[in-house]
């Protein structure tokens, strides 16, 4: 995966839902957190989507609490040939075990998204700057997702998403949260490479998450 035009990756916690996501969605992210035994869900799959590989620390609002198991499984599932895109989070990358994950996805060929969830605020638009700089600068994507205050708080993040993407850089950017929810719509006119959705909106991992179809259709339109 190159991300080199926008991807809509529906969330799964379950492969075998894979096929209901087809119509809609360009991958499938799977949430390795969510799952009992994953590396064998992996070794099992033959679906038609390719898997950006989710493993999300419970420090960054996913469930996995064991950091050196996640991320032993992560890169594995790395170096699989379903799996084209593996995310790890950018403190993992900077500040902890994160690299090799990042080392074994470069053996295969399989893109590294490094990424950031503020489930508090929106910064300012030079914290948002230095982020991107530090995940770009890490990663092949750099994913920023925010919380929105206010509806005002989406205008800095689109803001910052053009100015990377301008710049040639492949970011992923959306704004958690009820009033920041239309950026998952909007954000891809501004550059953002990446989309997140449930293929049922009951199941969102995340604040303010569309259901696949509604955000395929969303996307679709504005473009």
């Given at each position: 995966m190159d991300f080199e035009e926008f991807v809509l990756a529906a969330s799964l916690a379950d492969l075998a839902e894979e096929p209901r996501a087809r119509e809609h969605a360009d991958a499938a992210e799977f949430r390795m957190d969510l799952a009992d035994d994953p590396l064998?869900?992996?070794?099992?799959y033959d679906g038609d989507l390719p898997i950006l590989a989710t493993n999300r620390a419970a420090w960054e609002g996913g469930e996995a609490v064991d950091d050196e198991a996640r991320l032993s499984d992560?890169?594995?599932?790395?170096?699989?040939?379903?799996?084209?895109?593996?995310?790890?989070?950018?403190?993992?990358?900077?500040?902890?075990?994160?690299?090799?994950?990042?080392?074994?996805?470069?053996?295969?060929?399989?893109?590294?998204?490094?990424s950031t969830h503020d489930f508090e605020r929106t910064p300012d638009r030079a914290a948002l700057r230095e982020t991107l700089d530090e995940?770009?600068?890490?990663?092949?994507?750099?994913?920023?997702?925010?919380?929105?205050g206010e509806r005002a708080d989406v205008l800095d993040l689109l803001a910052v998403t053009r100015e990377f993407a301008s710049a040639g850089e492949r970011v992923a950017t959306m704004a958690m949260g009820a009033p920041g929810r239309h950026s998952r719509a909007v954000a891809p006119l501004?550059?953002?490479?990446?989309g997140y959705a449930p293929v049922d909106p009951a199941d969102a991992t995340a604040p303010g998450q569309y259901g696949l179809a509604t955000l395929a259709r969303l996307v679709d339109e504005l473009s």
């Open positions: 064998a869900a992996l070794d099992d992560l890169a594995a599932a790395a170096e699989l040939s379903c799996v084209g895109a593996v995310d790890v989070e950018l403190k993992s990358l900077a500040e902890g075990e994160g690299g090799r994950v990042a080392e074994a996805a470069r053996r295969t060929g399989t893109a590294v998204i490094a995940a770009t600068d890490r990663a092949d994507v750099g994913k920023l997702a925010v919380t929105a501004y550059g953002s490479r990446i």
